[in-house]
């Protein structure tokens, strides 16, 4: 199977900027990593955003992550990549891509990677 790679993820304190990256470490075009989601403790899978492998505009799943999250891809390198601006405390946890865009990670089987941890903590 394909095995997504997640990176990027580290500690910031509120307010900072981080930009994770996800890639494939096989190059194929039959698994794209094209959504992110994230889990933070104690808490449900949370989808963040996809952008489809047909649409370049990205889908978030919430307006409050609009403005502050960005998702973009680079086709030719596989490789999808969420930009996290004005980062809250509430954004700590641990991000996932993954190769479908679903109403509900928390039932999701497909495939996803490894996940990086992000903490914002002063």
């Known amino acids: 199977q394909v095995q997504l790679v997640e990176s990027g993820g580290g500690l910031v304190q509120p307010g900072g900027s981080l930009r994770l990256s996800c890639a494939a470490s096989?190059?194929?075009?039959?698994?794209?990593?094209i959504a992110w989601f994230r889990q933070a403790p104690g808490k449900k899978r949370e989808g963040i955003g996809c952008?489809?492998?047909?649409?370049?505009?990205?889908?978030y799943y919430a307006d409050s992550l609009k403005g502050r999250f960005t998702i973009s891809r680079d086709v030719a390198k596989n490789t999808l990549y969420l930009q996290m601006n004005s980062l809250k405390p509430e954004d700590t946890a641990v991000y996932y891509c993954?190769?479908?865009?679903?109403?509900?990670?928390?039932?999701?089987?497909?495939?996803w990677g490894q996940g990086t941890q992000v903490t914002v903590s002063s």
């Open positions: 993954a190769t479908d865009c679903v109403a509900d990670y928390n039932t999701y089987f497909g495939s």
């Open positions: 952008i489809s492998s047909s649409n370049s505009n990205p889908y």
């Open positions: 096989r190059f194929t075009l039959d698994y794209t990593p």
